[in-house]
T-cell receptor, first 112, second 115 residues
Framework: KQEVTQIPAALSVPEGENLVLNCSFT??????LQWFRQDPGKGLTSLLL?????REQTSGRLNASLDKSSGRSTLYIAASQPGDSATYLC???????????FGKGTKLSVKP | DAGITQSPRHKVTETGTPVTLRCHQT?????MYWYRQDPGHGLRLIHY???????DKGEVSDGYSVSRSKTEDFLLTLESATSSQTSVYFC??????????????FGPGTRLTVL
């Protein structure tokens, strides 16, 4: 059974710092990996999708990498801002229908 | 904005009553999903649909049923609500068909409280 783990569960950094969020998964047979952002009381916003054949994807200050063989992904946030404060969720898609399995998230706080 | 709405956004009900949550999409996508989000458990899949009248169970389907009579609407029904079904419910759609490009987009959620 696929399991997705995100470490740390919470992270607090000063504004301007570059940071890395980690995601690991137990079964490397995935179609893709998706990173989401969730603000308190809100829905999930898709940030990046990395297909299983890709190594990384970039969007603005965000860069996500995927190492399928080791079961790891990282989300790199450059020059963090207070507006980046949110919970970041990692999810992997697998199985015949490509359903997502989620990690429990990393709650990020960026202090001004 | 993937054109997903959920109704109601908030609901308080009593144990034993039936409850139906609605998910509506404007993009005509084939795949739709229902998840629940609980502290300590994260998001878990309840049911999903891969077409009109085509549905299947997810990880936590007990106590829930779904229906999809039109492409744009996916209904989640709690036949007899219990306090353990107090949660935030999210609907999602897949922008493309299943496979490597299966990116999912989420609705705003429904907060359900069962007293």
């Amino acid at each position: 059974k696929q399991e997705v783990t995100q470490i740390p569960a919470a992270l607090s950094v000063p504004e301007g710092e570059n940071l890395v969020l980690n995601c690991s998964f137990t079964d490397s047979a995935i179609y893709n990996l998706q990173w989401f952002r969730q603000d308190p009381g809100k829905g999930l916003t898709s940030l990046l999708l990395i297909q299983s054949s890709q190594r990384e994807q970039t969007s603005g200050r965000l860069n996500a990498s995927l190492d399928k063989s080791s079961g790891r992904s990282t989300l790199y946030i450059a020059a963090s801002q207070p507006g980046d404060s949110a919970t970041y969720l990692c999810a992997v898609a697998g199985g015949s229908q490509g359903n997502l399995i989620f990690g429990k998230g990393t709650k990020l706080s960026v202090k001004p | 904005d993937a054109g997903i709405t959920q109704s109601p956004r908030h609901k308080v009900t009593e144990t034993g009553t039936p409850v139906t949550l609605r998910c509506h999409q404007t993009e005509n996508h084939r795949y739709m999903y229902w998840y629940r989000q609980d502290p300590g458990h994260g998001l878990r899949l309840i049911h999903y649909s891969y077409g009109v009248k085509d549905t299947d169970k997810g990880e936590v389907s007990d106590g829930y049923s779904v229906s999809r009579s039109k492409t744009e609407d996916f209904l989640l029904t709690l036949e007899s609500a219990t306090s353990s079904q107090t949660s935030v419910y999210f609907c999602a759609i897949s922008v493309r068909d299943v496979g490597a490009n299966n990116e999912q987009f989420f609705g705003p959620g429904t907060r359900l409280t069962v007293l």
